[in-house]
């Protein structure tokens, strides 16, 4: 209600510098509940910006490493070399925003994932792919690791997995959407272990921080490299503040002009909830997801089907060959609750 209220009309530092410092002091707060290093926040040498959806902020970051590739390549005419990729599980969302910005759907690489490594992404199969790439006259440019999949909550290794982006110069981008908001509690921290190795990172508070819709933090550790690719320099809107480039102007690090005062709900659901009590509600739901994992593993008519690993409990009805619908079925019975 606040934010609608006060209708904040931020698209640069000028035109609300209450709601552009205060953006950029949740942002920090944020990054420091989650231990990000002083790389991605503002108090070092990064910093962050609210989105409305991870899928905005995928398109920001894809647009940051073409240009910035472009530019050591020698143009838009090497836009159909750039490769991105990712795995199976990886969100959807990654696939649209790389066409969004003129990447060739055939030049992303859906790497298969298997039981076996729990769904995540394997390096050694990541590595086959960028080489056989590079054969090609390829350039591999941006790679989306995964913290909690979608499908099955399943975590990529930042630290595996930084290595070959860091040998094959890729951008490295984390997507933490839903899992991100758990890594506020220590004993689920160790899945950003390593973040560092990173470009860029994003979660959603949306999902799993108690907070409305939209809500999507990203923070970047060359905020520059997005700015140089959306800023835009308009008579309109010229003024001493952005000329002085000693301010954030937030319209130069997303896709749209208008925003609206996203940070006020952050900065409420923070102060109103505090550290202690937002661990509190992130362990009481694993705690259920657990409780669930163990009767459902009691139950000899149901199985796990991956370990879980924050509060999402994947699980199945046992297959029985005469019975190929059978969990669709279980779906279709539950929806229908
Ligand atoms: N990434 C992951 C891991 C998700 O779980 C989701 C949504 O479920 C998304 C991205 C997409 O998020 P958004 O709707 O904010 O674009």
């Not at 759907?105 to 590595?127: A, M």
């Not at 390829?138 to 989306?144: A, E, G, I, Q």
Request: proline share 4%.
């Amino acid at each position: 209600m606040l934010c609608s209220g006060f209708n904040v009309v931020g698209f640069n530092w000028i035109s609300s510098p209450a709601a552009t410092e205060l953006e950029s002091i949740v942002l920090d707060w944020m990054g420091k509940m989650l231990k990000l290093p002083s790389s991605f926040l503002f108090s070092g040498t990064g910093g962050g910006v609210l989105h409305g959806s991870t899928c905005e902020a995928a398109v920001c970051v894809l647009a940051a490493a073409r240009d910035k590739a472009l530019k050591e390549l020698g143009g838009w005419k090497n836009i159909t070399k750039l490769v991105v990729y990712a795995s199976d599980q990886t969100h959807f969302t990654f696939q649209k925003a790389a066409k969004l910005v003129g990447i060739p759907p055939s030049n992303f690489r859906l790497i298969e994932t298997s039981f076996s490594t729990g769904f995540s992404l394997s390096p050694e199969n990541l590595r086959f792919a960028i080489e056989d790439d590079i054969k090609s006259g390829l350039v591999p440019l941006f790679l989306c690791a995964t913290i909690g999949t979608t499908p099955s909550g399943a975590v990529d290794s930042i630290a595996e997995l930084g290595k070959v982006a860091m040998e094959f110069k890729l951008w490295l981008h984390i997507d933490a959407a839903y899992a991100g908001s758990g890594c506020i509690c220590p004993e689920v921290r160790h899945y950003l272990d390593e973040v560092e190795l990173a470009n860029s990172i994003s979660m959603n508070p949306h999902k799993w921080f108690l907070t409305n819709m939209d809500c999507c933090c990203l923070w970047i550790k060359e905020p520059k490299l997005l700015v140089d690719s959306l800023s835009t320099d308009p008579e309109i809107l010229r003024n001493n503040a952005s000329k002085s480039k000693a301010v954030v102007d937030y319209k130069d690090w997303q896709i749209a002009l208008s925003r609206r005062f996203k940070a006020l709900k952050l900065w409420v659901v923070i102060r109103q909830h505090g550290l202690a009590n937002l661990m509190y509600h992130i362990r009481s739901d694993i705690a259920m997801a657990k409780r669930f994992e163990a009767l459902v593993g009691e139950d000899e008519r149901f199985e796990i089907v991956v370990p879980r690993k924050f509060a999402l409990v994947c699980f199945r009805l046992k297959p029985k060959v005469e019975e190929e619908d059978l969990n669709r079925k279980l779906v279709e019975a539950i929806m229908q609750c």
